[in-house]
DNA sequence: CCATTAATTACGA
DNA sequence: TCGTAATTAATGG
């Protein structure tokens, strides 16, 4: 809960970490190295905030494992998922949308290592690296794009249809393929999937359990796998 | 073992 | 569809 002593330890971070990355892999080893020299390096465990909605917004981060989701609370304090990010990522980057404090707040939803940077960087990264700007503003203008839809679906959809959109997303942006099915990969509980649909953990349960009789998925604690993502598929569309 | 947390189900507003 | 509550199951000391 309080800073552990910044590592020293920590060996020099190995280049390769960032070159693949599309914000970092116009750039030369010798741009990385710099980009590496000033980053502070840190693990943080399953369920804890990275940063707050409404913070000052001093660092911008890049996920290299894990994934976050990214969390708003409402007036009447409820919680509600906006987003799922995976590895490879920028978070945090409220620079890019003009702001000084953070939109949202970003839970850590399994174990993660991210990368971070003082925010006064920011510019200097956008203004020094080729393809930086462009490359995060892509994927901005794409999460955007996706809270959109799910605004729309929330005003246009059943439930049902919402739950089955929101586990379609999950398999596909983080979804690790296993024998029989495609499996989200980080550990997803009811509640959690109500906070992405609007809905309540009794509703999603119920459907889960309807769609496991009939073979469509198969979930233990914490675990959901897809056996037949195209039968989803048809859920919401017709219904 | 126990304590804690997740998931299921029935029932009523 | 949602909320309450009772019950059962799984997990982690």
Redesign the pocket.
Known sequence: MEDQAPRKVLPRLDESLLTHLPPFSKLDKRQIRTILDQATSRRYETGIAIFEEGHAAERFYMLLDGYVRVVRITPTGEQVTSLHIPAGQLIGIARALGRDTYPATAITAAECLALSWPMRLWDTFVAEYDGFATETYKTVGLRVGEMNTRIVEMATQ???QRVANAILRLINQTGRKVADGIEIDFP?????L?ELT?????????L??GW?KKGLVE?????IKVCDPHALVMLTQGA
């Open positions: 059943q439930v049902e997803i509980t009811r509640q959690d109500s609007a809905t309540t953990l009794h509703t999603v349960s119920r889960l359990s496991e979930s233990k604690r914490k675990r």
